[in-house]
T-cell receptor, first 111, second 116 residues
């Protein structure tokens, strides 16, 4: 069975500091990995999808198959980045199988 | 607006009652997924429908059921409600019917269910 682990429930940083939100997964195949952001328990918004290799709002994430990780990084945190971040996995990128989410990390950026 | 519409936005009901949550997917999307978000359990996958047929089940209780209609909207039925069913219920849609492309997942704004 697949599993997504986000080891930190809360990450607190100061404005301008680097941010790294950790995500590890366990799955024997070739999953598709995502990062979603949720502000104040509103709609989940797609932040990153590993196959698109984009940088959204200054965030990047690299899939490391050897370490089975997909950590989210940003070099300089902003106060508006404060939100809940979820890492998610889909087993089959072609078939659109359901996303399996980690438990989320709350990012708090203070000035 | 993400294109995925969920109604109602808020619902307050008593224990033992039955409610129906509705989801209209993004125009043309064939797949609908239902999730439950609670403070202690995080985001739990409930069920996935593709073009009217059940595709996968997750942690869905027997008291809960869902269906997807020919116009592709979906309903999640929750019965014999308990206090612990209080949560945010999200749906998401995917798979563009015009291209068959699984472009990702678009989420609705959720229905906040409170059982009292």
């Amino acid at each position: 069975a697949q599993r997504v682990t986000q080891p930190e429930k809360l990450l607190s940083v100061f404005k301008g500091a680097p941010v790294e939100l950790k995500c590890n997964y366990s799955y024997s195949g070739s999953p598709e990995l995502f990062w979603y952001v949720q502000y104040s328990r509103q709609r989940l918004q797609l932040l990153l999808r590993h196959i698109s290799r984009e940088s959204i709002k200054g965030f990047t994430a690299d899939l490391n198959k050897g370490e089975t990780s997909f950590h989210l990084k940003k070099p300089f945190a902003q106060e508006e980045d404060s939100a809940m971040y979820y890492c998610a996995l889909s087993e089959d990128r072609e078939a659109g199988t359901a996303l399996i989410f980690g438990k989320g990390t709350t990012l708090s950026v203070s000035s | 607006d993400s294109g995925v519409t969920q109604t109602p936005k808020h619902l307050i009901t008593a224990t033992g009652q039955r409610v129906t949550l509705r989801c209209s997917p993004r125009s043309g999307d064939l797949s609908v997924y239902w999730y439950q978000q609670s403070l202690d359990q995080g985001l739990q996958f409930l069920i996935h429908y593709y073009n009217g047929e059940e595709r996968a089940k997750g942690n869905i209780l027997e008291r809960f059921s869902a269906q997807q209609f020919p116009d592709l909207h979906s309903e999640l039925n929750l019965s014999s409600l308990e206090l612990g069913d209080s949560a945010l219920y999200f749906c998401a849609s995917s798979v563009d019917s015009r291209t068959g492309d699984h472009y990702g997942y678009t989420f609705g704004s959720g229905t906040r269910l409170t059982v009292v």
